[in-house]
């Protein structure tokens, strides 16, 4: 980053405002955006095959039921892995342009919400999959599902990083991609004639968000240079 000298003329005002739009400067320099939704994006494909091998299914003449235990085995180990190189990503590019860089309290976060979804995820495990209820769980017990899956708590990190970057786009795409996580859109894309294919649209669909939000925010950062 290079910044420009402008006489204030010992005016307040425009000593504020210079401080200001400096600070913002070093903010924008700051961010690699692009690079955690990339990052993020990656791990949610890359997860579909061991969601889809992993799952264990039980059917009995009143249906079936299962247990994602892929979710177990692969995504505490990527979701810590990706939150690694996010903020090495982060550390390079910012010393890069010769700036500090926040993104450790973005990296911690996601770690403490990795090890949660884990705990949560194994206690629904334990409880319901081998005592399943016998009525339908209501709707808000679905969306608290989703929200604690990794799918969700990749938004709800995501929030943090945009809080901490003062970056309002960020925010506004996080919102939006977790309205299709936590409500889910598959536009008519479902196999029910496989079990384990049903979960498979929403989470193509989740990574694909992820990946056009790392490809905007990419062309973005470059149309502003």
Sequence with gaps: MTTDSVQAGGDPRRLLS??????????????????????????????IPFDYYGMVVRCT???CQFARQGVLFYWPVALLLAYAAIAYCYVRVARARGLGARVLPY?????????????????ARLFLFDNPPADPFPSW???????????????VALLVLARLERNVALLIFTLGYLA??????NFGWQDHSNVRAEFVP?????GAV??????GFAAARRWRR
Aim: zero cysteines.
């Design 18 to 47: 210079n401080a200001r739009a400096l600070a913002h400067r070093v903010r924008r320099d700051q961010r690699a955006t692009w690079i955690a939704l990339l990052v993020l994006a990656a791990v949610t494909f890359a997860g």
């Design 61 to 63: 003449g009143d249906g």
């Design 107 to 123: 990296a911690i976060t996601g770690a403490g919400l990795t090890v949660l979804f884990t705990v949560v995820w194994l206690l």
């Design 141 to 155: 017990v679905l969306v608290l599902d989703r929200l604690v899956a990794p799918w969700g708590t990749i938004g």
């Design 180 to 185: 299709v996580v936590l409500v889910p859109i």
């Design 202 to 206: 929403q989470q193509v669909i989740n």
């Design 210 to 215: 992820l990946l056009l939000g790392a490809a």
